[in-house]
């Protein structure tokens, strides 16, 4: 018995190094994208238009060492626009995720200590929202900035982190809320209270340290929704930007390649399961590592 559980430890180890590795991995290339991609992603090249991966080889078609993972119909190379899309996901990551984290927070911090009308109401309108269909509201809120704002800044990454802020604060605060009017109820906040510490010092001195790791697992875990959201409005046809006239997005991302790639699905499949794959993989390795944390805080 003593040795399962070791075991079932070690490969819980090995599971948060190697989704550490792979999420160092995702960070370096995304940073590093200007340096290590081959080609210029928005580069037209006519002349080699929907090629295969250097490894597919026939008579029929066959691909080519410059274009190590093929060419869209444009002619564009799939490898530096899969690169240029690390790092459009990771700039999603960066803005949109820590921002709703601060939002829930605060919401659920304030709900959950003073209670009362104020938790009424900001619990009234999580359960409004929680009550809409999430891909809905996005593609709503991208339509509205769309008609309400013609600088193409408002038809991008602003618009995506709005609108991933919109929907994921909810399940943080109601999170956070519920930790709050666990935590309160304890011994040590009744003596920090008894002592004068006032409502601000007692949530975010002893309240908020105590329920960190729900914050930080909260984080992990919607890394991944918001990289498999741009993907799916992306497919869709609703991307990060205004398309041009020949309906390509003028941000290159995952989520620009499955649109691309369902085109070119039947010639060329790699342009949707390449960047498939990407997105599998990072979203499983923060999933892996927000549930090796739960359980580490659990213990």
Same mark, same amino acid.
């Given at each position: 018995?003593?040795?399962?559980?070791?075991?079932?430890? $070690?490969?819980?180890?090995?599971?948060?190094?190697?989704?550490?590795?792979?999420?160092?991995?995702?960070?370096?290339? &995304?940073?590093?994208?200007?340096?290590?991609?081959?080609?210029?992603?928005?580069?037209?090249?006519?002349?080699?238009?929907?090629? @295969?991966?250097?490894?597919?080889?026939?008579?029929?078609?066959?691909?080519?060492?410059?274009?190590?993972?093929?060419?869209?119909?444009?002619?564009?190379?799939?490898?530096?626009? %899969?690169?240029?899309?690390?790092?459009?996901?990771? #700039?999603?990551?960066?803005? =949109?995720? @820590?921002?709703? &984290?601060?939002?829930?927070?605060?919401?659920?911090?304030?709900?959950?200590?003073?209670?009362?009308?104020?938790?009424?109401?900001?619990? =009234?309108?999580?359960?409004?929202?929680?009550?809409?269909?999430?891909?809905?509201? /996005?593609?709503?809120?991208?339509?509205?900035?769309?008609?309400?704002?013609?600088?193409?800044?408002?038809?991008?990454?602003?618009?995506?982190?709005?609108?991933?802020?919109?929907?994921?604060?909810?399940?943080?605060?109601?999170?956070?809320?519920?930790?709050?009017?666990?935590?309160?109820?304890?011994?040590?906040?009744? &003596?920090? /209270?008894?002592?004068?510490?006032? @409502?601000?010092?007692?949530?975010?001195?002893?309240? #908020?340290?105590?329920?960190?790791?729900?914050?930080?697992?909260?984080?992990?875990?919607?890394?991944?929704?918001?990289?498999?959201? !741009? =993907?799916?409005?992306?497919?869709? $046809?609703?991307?990060?930007?205004?398309?041009?006239?020949?309906? !390509?997005?003028?941000?290159?991302?995952?989520?620009?390649?499955?649109?691309?790639?369902?085109?070119?699905?039947?010639?060329?499949?790699?342009? %949707?399961?390449?960047?498939?794959?990407?997105? %599998?993989?990072?979203?499983?390795?923060?999933?892996?590592?927000?549930?090796?944390?739960? !359980?580490?805080?659990?213990?």
């Amino acid at each position: 018995m003593k040795r399962q559980i070791s075991l079932s430890k $070690g490969m819980g180890r090995k599971t948060v190094w190697l989704s550490f590795a792979v999420m160092i991995m995702f960070a370096a290339v &995304a940073l590093t994208a200007p340096w290590i991609s081959p080609h210029d992603p928005y580069q037209f090249d006519m002349k080699h238009t929907d090629l @295969p991966p250097v490894w597919v080889q026939s008579t029929v078609i066959h691909g080519s060492s410059e274009y190590i993972l093929g060419t869209d119909i444009y002619g564009r190379d799939i490898l530096s626009r %899969l690169i240029y899309g690390a790092r459009t996901s990771f #700039l999603l990551i960066m803005l =949109a995720v @820590p921002l709703a &984290a601060l939002l829930g927070t605060i919401v659920g911090l304030v709900s959950g200590y003073f209670g009362g009308w104020v938790d009424r109401i900001f619990m =009234a309108i999580t359960e409004t929202i929680q009550s809409l269909p999430g891909i809905m509201v /996005v593609v709503a809120l991208i339509l509205i900035f769309r008609a309400a704002f013609t600088p193409t800044w408002a038809h991008g990454l602003l618009t995506l982190v709005i609108c991933f802020i919109a929907i994921a604060w909810v399940s943080l605060a109601r999170l956070v809320r519920m930790g709050v009017l666990q935590v309160k109820s304890m011994l040590f906040i009744e &003596a920090a /209270v008894s002592l004068g510490a006032t @409502p601000w010092r007692s949530i975010f001195r002893h309240i #908020l340290p105590n329920i960190s790791h729900l914050v930080l697992v909260w984080i992990i875990n919607n890394i991944p929704a918001v990289i498999l959201l !741009e =993907a799916l409005l992306g497919y869709i $046809g609703v991307g990060l930007t205004s398309a041009t006239g020949g309906g !390509e997005f003028t941000v290159v991302s995952w989520g620009g390649l499955f649109y691309s790639g369902r085109y070119t699905i039947a010639s060329n499949p790699m342009l %949707l399961v390449i960047p498939a794959l990407c997105v %599998l993989i990072i979203s499983m390795s923060f999933i892996l590592l927000a549930d090796a944390l739960n !359980e580490r805080f659990r213990a």
